[in-house]
């Protein structure tokens, strides 16, 4: 008997292979093709290159030697990358001395298959893998997703921001937070209803999470009408375009086309701190930081940006510009 879902071809999971092999990455790549969307990297950088891309892959087939970068450096740099950080890590290798291997499972891989590799058992890993990682996806979006913007939560932010923090003192990188607050909500509630307070609320989540868009980029709901913009290696300039990005989201004639009258009642205030945490201050000094410039005009009436003037954990803390 014939099924519709017979007709729809069954949507399969990514993965990644990196070897510098060409021969080895044609037979991984035929070998594997049946069972998974794959797509392959001669080299670190390839594969740093195509991770920055969308979408990510749910696992990846990583050899040891490579010819640029070795597989144990880029497996690093991969598990210090917050946005990359849960893919399932599978080695491949011709060496099998145990420090190697154990080396590996610190770094956090997953797996860890010698060469060459017999490809049902190389399946039947990656099925495994992936679907330990989606189950985790799944929880985890439980815990620590808004339900009504469907944006990481307060919980899932500072989780973050502390990770941000020390991986960004690690390298040398500015560490920058915005935070927005939304003006006219309650007005909304009151006069048009809690469902369209609900709508519009989803409206602008979904309409300001596209000014956050590099991979590294979080942008949270934190309560209270309040949402946080957490940027890694952002300078105070960068910071600054960010904020002017959002305002002028608010003052576009088409911002929340599909909630036009809501929209007339809506504007926000908008701080920004940029820290350098190789140099000192805290994760509590740049939210304190930030808070008190979110709070410092009680009773805005138009979208006003307010930035501090000078890099945390450099200079200290200076009066506000706004």
């Given at each position: ?292 410039l979110l709070l410092s005009e009680t009773t805005p009436e138009r979208t006003m940006i307010h ?16």
């Amino acid at each position: 008997m014939y099924s519709v879902t017979d007709s729809v071809e069954q949507e399969l999971h990514r993965i990644m292979i990196v070897d510098d092999s060409a021969s080895e990455l044609t037979i991984y790549a035929n070998s594997l093709a049946a069972n998974f969307a794959v797509t392959v990297a001669d080299s670190a950088d390839k594969a740093w290159e195509l991770l920055n891309r969308s979408p990510l892959p749910d696992a990846i087939v990583l050899d040891i030697m490579l010819s640029d970068i070795d597989g144990i450096a880029l497996c690093d740099r991969i598990k210090e990358t917050r946005y990359f950080s849960d893919i399932p890590i599978i080695f491949l290798s011709a060496l099998d001395e145990p420090n190697i291997k154990s080396q590996a499972f610190e770094l956090g891989a997953a797996d860890f298959v010698s060469k060459p590799p017999v490809m049902s058992e190389l399946t039947a890993r990656l099925n495994r893998h992936i679907a330990q990682y989606h189950k985790t996806k799944r929880l985890e979006s439980l815990i620590f997703i808004d339900p009504l913007t469907h944006l990481p939560n307060e919980v899932k932010f500072h989780e973050v921001l502390k990770q941000e923090w020390s991986r960004c003192a690690r390298y040398w990188h500015h560490l920058s937070l915005l935070m927005i607050r939304v003006h006219g909500l309650e007005r909304v509630k009151e006069h048009f209803g809690v469902d369209e307070y609900y709508a519009v609320t989803a409206s602008i989540a979904d309409d300001l999470c596209s000014v956050g868009a590099r991979p590294g980029d979080l942008f949270a709901s934190i309560g209270d009408n309040t949402f946080a913009l957490l940027l890694s290696d952002c300078s105070t300039e960068g910071a600054l375009l960010k904020a002017k990005q959002i305002s002028e989201r608010f003052e576009h004639p088409h911002f929340m086309v599909n909630h036009e009258t809501s929209a007339k009642h809506l504007y926000c205030s908008i701080a920004y701190t940029v820290a350098a945490p190789a140099g000192g201050s805290s994760v509590n000094e740049i939210m304190k930081t930030t808070e008190d410039l979110l709070l410092s005009e009680t009773t805005p009436e138009r979208t006003m940006i307010h930035g501090h003037t000078n890099l945390l954990g450099i200079e200290g803390i200076s009066n506000f510009a706004s």
